[in-house]
């Protein structure tokens, strides 16, 4: 029997059945569709949320360190174009020193304290004090401020070494190095330890030539009579010399309170270099010395003395901050002995600077002379 024809059957009961039974169909199938979208519709969704939300876990950190990885590599390209740049350069040489090393400050030198670094002279020299004067005349060939009264560091070892010289002692004799040598003014370090053993002769040419702050000291402390009278024997003998701006309290240099004047130093360097021991100590250019079993390797602190443009017949070389780079010399420079003189030098090397400027000027200014004497006067006809 077709469906149209039951729902068209005469009888009633007939059709009741059918019906009741079409909607329990109806009713049966509605349910299930609804079960269905309960379980697709609904919780679908709540399952590709959680998907979601677990992606964004797994996916957004890596975003998150990606961008981070991305801006770090920006950063650092950044960072290293900066430090290419000369600007990015300047800033960071004006950055202040961090902590650990503002531990030890440079210290203004007294002649900067002074002022005197302003004056300004014809050369441009970098010392605040010079003087070149001509050792046979007497005649100054150039002065800068030569009055002024400074510390002189290791300048101070000329009149240790010319006090020594004079004394007539045994340069052969041992002398060891005690713990009342060591530097306690400025902590300074030195290669002389205690309990060394070197020849008087041996720490006067280590003394001169390199500056050897514990050898100086030992020279003074042996000296007869001891330290006192050594240092007492020390401002005598410039008092003797006609040196008045010059004071001493000990025979290293290391005190900011031994002091003299350009003028004052022209006169010891000149006396200084009558001392033949003295000429060839603080020029030699090195010295071996044994101590114990090793052998120590010492060198003039003065680079000009191996140097064919110079004739130097004596020179000392000196450094604390507070007397700034100072250098003492006698050279002969166009035919002429003279006796240089710089103190209070800006700079490592600004002393040698001052040197080679004077010279050259001296040279030069030896060469214009000589060919005006050359040439000619030209008489009215």
Known sequence: MKPVSIFLSPQPWLRFAVLALTVGLITVISGQLNLAYAQNGKQAPAKVQKNKKNAEKSVGPRKNQNAKNGSARKNQTAKSSDRKSPTAQAARNARPLNA????????ASFGQMAGLHATSDALGLHSSVALVVDQETQEVLYSKNDHAVLPIASLTKLMTGLIIAEANLPMDERIRITQADVDTEKGSSSRLAVGTELSRGDLMHLSLMSSENRAAHALGRTFPGGMDLFVSKMNQRARSLGMTDTRYVEPTGLSSQNQSS????????AKAYKEPMLRELSTSHGREVSVGSRTLQYN???????????????QKTGYISEAGRCLVMQAQVAGRNLIMV?????G?????????????WLEKKSSMDNRSLDTPSQMPG
């Open 100 to 107: 650990s090393q503002n531990a030890r400050p440079i210290r």
């Open 262 to 269: 350009a003028n004052d130093l022209a006169v010891l360097a």
């Open 300 to 314: 003039n602190t003065n680079g000009l003395v191996k140097s064919p443009q110079w004739d130097i017949g004596l």
């Open 342 to 346: 710089f103190l209070d030098s800006a």
């Open 348 to 360: 490592k090397f600004s002393r040698i600077g001052d040197a080679e400027r004077v010279r050259k």
